[in-house]
């Protein structure tokens, strides 16, 4: 990888983690579209709980973290950290299995 593109990813995953650990606070908190018209027509209340709603990450949040805004923005820092993990060890693999190809 040369500078140029260590230089991009650099700032791309900075900006993302700024938006992500600073600007999430301030996102809509009006329901969604299918929370809205479950609630319109009535079936709101019949919902139940995501096999994962105890997690420590469910509902846009660390649980634990009593500050709104930092349980938030951790949240959205640690979502950007697992993306980039994964997405690293995606294309760590597809290289190696590109580069097996070639020999």
């Excluded at 999430?24 to 139940?48: C, H, I, M, N, R």
Aim: proline share 2%.
């Amino acid at each position: 990888m040369n500078k140029v593109s260590k230089r991009f990813y650099l700032y791309f995953f900075l900006t993302s983690a700024l938006v992500a650990g600073a600007l999430s606070f301030y996102a809509s908190s009006q329901p969604d579209g299918l929370e809205k018209v479950a609630e319109d027509t009535g079936f709101l209340d019949t919902a139940k709980d995501s096999a994962v709603s105890g997690s420590p990450l469910a509902d846009y949040g660390v649980a634990g973290l009593e500050n709104e805004r930092l349980s938030l923005g951790l949240s959205g820092i640690i979502g950007i950290l697992v993306t980039a993990l994964v997405a690293f060890a995606v294309f760590a693999i597809a290289k190696r299995l590109k580069s097996g190809a070639k020999n």
